[in-house]
């Protein structure tokens, strides 16, 4: 029985792989790949900050970080 479990893994795991080959994207240029990688990191920094204001408590803090967070917003827009 754990023999047939595990050839229906294996079984799953080729297929998942087979799927994730017809998805692939194509090839981006050096100016896309630059912009994507801008992007991520805009978006991780504005996550970063949102964070650190859900447990902000100093007023002059909070504020702060909310003009951070709306200059990342501008940003990311403009991109």
Same mark, same amino acid.
């Given at each position: 029985?754990?023999? !047939? ?14 799927? !994730?080959?017809?998805?692939?994207? @194509? @090839?981006?240029? @050096? ?27 100093? @007023? ?20």
């Amino acid at each position: 029985m754990a023999r !047939g479990f595990e050839s229906k893994s294996v079984e799953a795991q080729q297929e998942e792989a087979a799927r !994730g080959k017809v998805k692939a994207r @194509p @090839p981006m240029t @050096p100016e896309q790949q630059a912009t994507e990688q801008r992007r991520r990191a805009l978006e991780l920094t504005r996550a970063r900050a949102c964070d650190d204001l859900s447990r902000a408590s100093v @007023p002059a803090h909070r504020q702060m970080l909310e003009e951070a967070i709306a200059a990342l917003d501008r940003q990311l827009a403009d991109l």
